[in-house]
């Protein structure tokens, strides 16, 4: 779909109307929000062009100051009767976190997925098939942007692998939504049923949830297996869903949130704040502009991002983004950070002899490790080990991450395959 008038607006423009948002929600921030009343207690918060003066925002923070009688936290400003959905996260690292919404910003998720995922090229009337659930997760907000978007809707959800690849055979849908890590093992589920994905009726796949849609030789595995246009989108789940989306120039992540979210980009070590240019890379820090529920300042989404400000073909305008991978999945090797994503990449680029899934198993705890880093890394079907691979790769991995590794190849299989996200890192 062309891009809507919000997206082509002048960078310098968005900004002139962000910073009149900027002005209100830091006003309601200090009527309503407990938690920002006392991190800016004593501060000037002055205008938007002064955010990084103002501290930043982090999980770990949210999860201190919930209680029995405010699961949430003390970032909630709306009442009980102003919040109109409550979403959680899956709580692998302890209790759930809660996200509620009031109405209008529920509008707002909507309005900027619905941006995001129009980038890819879909159009009204297609079909398009899509493996988020309902609930309780806010990937589940997303599934409202595709009507929106006028396609026809066909909801499977996730753990439903028979369904997905039945509706593409009778359904014949125009594109299907999953992370990069199922798109990846649905090509593997068709092939043992005898279904060639790549005659099918798919032309593009939309892929969110995870690194990965924007590396390229893990793209290329996609696009191969399924013949079809592989872009990615990108959302946190504090902030909101799909707030980026990647155009078919892919060529990275647009700004379908723009308006709604204010971006910076920090130092991940120091947590300075670093110019949003070409080619600038670093974490990416969200701010909410028009938010009521629950909003946030500053709020540090664990993203190391690459940045892209040149003029793009689709004349959608502002900065787009690549994901490189998540700071807390990064591992520091001898003062090297090694992302387990771009150790994929690299792993890769070895194909047909490999599968292109690969497994870091750390040897010791916590995120410094001494070399080599353990790699497995999964062959193709049917091929055999053979030492000189496992050498060239390793090889490979040392000129590309500057990082020694151990690679072990296992055989086809060996490692899991996911409905839903991969995990790279096996934590000792």
Known sequence: ???????????????ALDAVAYREQLAYLLERSPLYREKLRGLEPGELGDIARLPLTDKRELRETVTRENPVGSHLCATSDEITRIYSTSGTTGTPSFVPLTAGDLENWVEGSARSYAASGVEAGQRIVTTYNAGPFVAGAALASFDRLGLTHVPVGTGNTERVLLSIELLEPEAIVCTPSYAAHLIERAHERGLDLAASSVERVLVA????????????????????????????????????????????????????????????????????????????????????????LRFRTRDHVVVRTSPCACGRTGPRVRCLGRTDDMLIVRGVNVFPSAVREVVGGFAPAVSGNILVRTARAGVKQEPPLPVAVELAQGATAEAALADTIRDRLRDVLVVQTEVELVEWGALQRSEYKSRLVERR
């Open 1 to 15: 779909m062309p891009p809507t008038e919000a997206e082509t607006r002048p960078w310098a423009e968005q900004l």
């Open 209 to 296: 949830g995870e690194p990965g849609g924007g590396e390229p030789a893990f793209r290329a595995r996609l696009e191969a297996g399924w013949g079809a246009r592989v872009t990615e989108a990108m959302g946190i789940g504090d902030i909101g869903i799909s707030l980026w989306g990647e155009c078919e120039e892919q060529d990275g992540m647009h700004l379908g949130a723009r308006g709604f979210v204010h971006p910076e980009l920090i130092d991940p070590e120091s947590g300075e704040a670093l110019p949003l240019e070409d080619g600038a890379e670093g974490e990416l820090v969200l701010t909410h502009l028009r938010h009521r529920a629950a909003p946030l």
